[in-house]
């Protein structure tokens, strides 16, 4: 069975503390790749940012971790044809990244009714 869509995790330790700068560098790089219908951001007390940005290809969600100089990013994109280490290299390209450590899982739809997905 072909892949339908495609998740990108990453785990990013920074050089310095990942800012609302840091954010938008990285909102920037997603905003030319996709399509962005809807963002929302929280910033945490005392210190930390989530981002969510909906896209028409799926989502993305920033989460920082000032107190480590970490963040992680999470893309979902419903098109598996997009090669989200691509993605990942152009998001990192700006950032004074440490150690990155990233994995994609191809996600499939089964294919069946409910029942023969249980019998399995």
């Known amino acids: 069975m072909e892949p339908q869509s495609r998740l990108l995790i990453a785990d990013i330790s920074l050089?310095?503390?990942p800012t609302s700068q840091v954010?938008?560098?990285?909102?920037?790089?997603?905003?030319r790749e996709f399509t962005v219908v809807k963002?929302?951001?929280?910033?945490?007390t005392p210190h930390g940012i989530t981002k969510v940005l909906v896209l028409s290809e799926s989502?993305?969600?920033?989460?920082?971790?000032?107190?480590?100089?970490?963040?992680?990013l999470d893309l979902f994109?419903?098109?598996?044809?997009?090669n989200l280490e691509d993605v990942l290299q152009r998001v990192l390209a700006p950032l004074s990244v440490k150690d990155v450590q990233s994995?994609?899982?191809d996600r499939r739809?089964?294919?069946?009714?409910?029942?023969?997905l249980l019998s399995q």
Request: one cysteine or more; aromatic letters at 8%.
């Open 15 to 17: 050089h310095e503390k």
């Open 77 to 82: 994109v419903c098109n598996a044809e997009i």
């Open 39 to 44: 963002d929302c951001e929280y910033e945490y």
């Open 23 to 31: 954010v938008a560098s990285i909102e920037d790089v997603i905003r």
């Open 103 to 105: 994995t994609v899982l």
């Open 109 to 116: 739809i089964p294919v069946g009714n409910a029942e023969s």
């Open 59 to 72: 989502h993305c969600v920033i989460h920082t971790y000032p107190e480590h100089s970490y963040l992680s």
